[in-house]
């Protein structure tokens, strides 16, 4: 898909701004599902190289890659792993038997649930669980076997998606401190060419601080297109806000535009505002100058 996108806009010759989104890496994160995770940092790091190798190529291209936050608090080695300034590599190793996320695995049981083992199995766990080991053991791997069978169970019992995460997350000794959002500072990668100063955006940075690089390495003027596509007019004249939907009335003419829409109605007729949205934020209401002008005494 980046590569397709790449492909069609760079047939404009004034340049082109894309971002590609690996959105279900959050997804993943909010489920605690660390296939889900990995597969999709994975999936992101294919479409970044792709974006990488056309940069290299052409020159003249920037790439940056951030998030917009950290998410769910994950670490190798869990509040189970017995020892963990000993533990081997290995105990990541059940997270390579998965050839499914959370997702697809479940995605695959069926109504009357009779395949809860094809299920388990997608998802890197032996549905046959572990020799019965005993739980209150101090040895690592005894101890987390005990556990991880008696999830096995537990899913087998009820077989929900968040059952099926837990067991692997036990397994291989994930944990989580969070399924929401966490605060944490994020890393910022950019590739740029050599006459582009990369300054701005080392060390410790607000995350606004990247959409002004862009900014200005587009030569685009923020304060000007805020001017230009959200004017505050909750307090214009003629203008009634009822809920999320604005009435201007003016020159004998009416204009009502719903919230988050770039269609609106000019004397009761559909109009379109070409791609531009009315916004409201905190009880205030912003619509594209554009829409403005349909307005005016001239205008048709
Ligand atoms: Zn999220």
Redesign the pocket.
Known sequence: MTEKAIDVLNKNKNGFFLMVEGSKI?WAA?ANDTIGIISDVLAFDEAFKVALDFAKKDGNTIVIAVTDHG?SGISIGSYDLIGYDSAPFSILSPLKGATKTAEGAMSLLKEDKSNISEVLKAYGINPDGYTPADITSKDRDTYNNAKVNDLITQFKNDPTSSNLIKIMNQKAYIGYTTGG?TGEDVPVYIYAPKKVDKTPLIGVNENTDVAKFIANAMNLDLEKATQKLFVDVTNRTGAKLDGNVLTLNENGKTLVIKANQSIAKLNDKDISLNGEIAVLIDGKFYVPQSALDLLKSTSK
Do not use: W
Request: avoid cysteine; charge should be negative; charged fraction near 25%.
């Open positions: 959050d909010h998410n959002h």
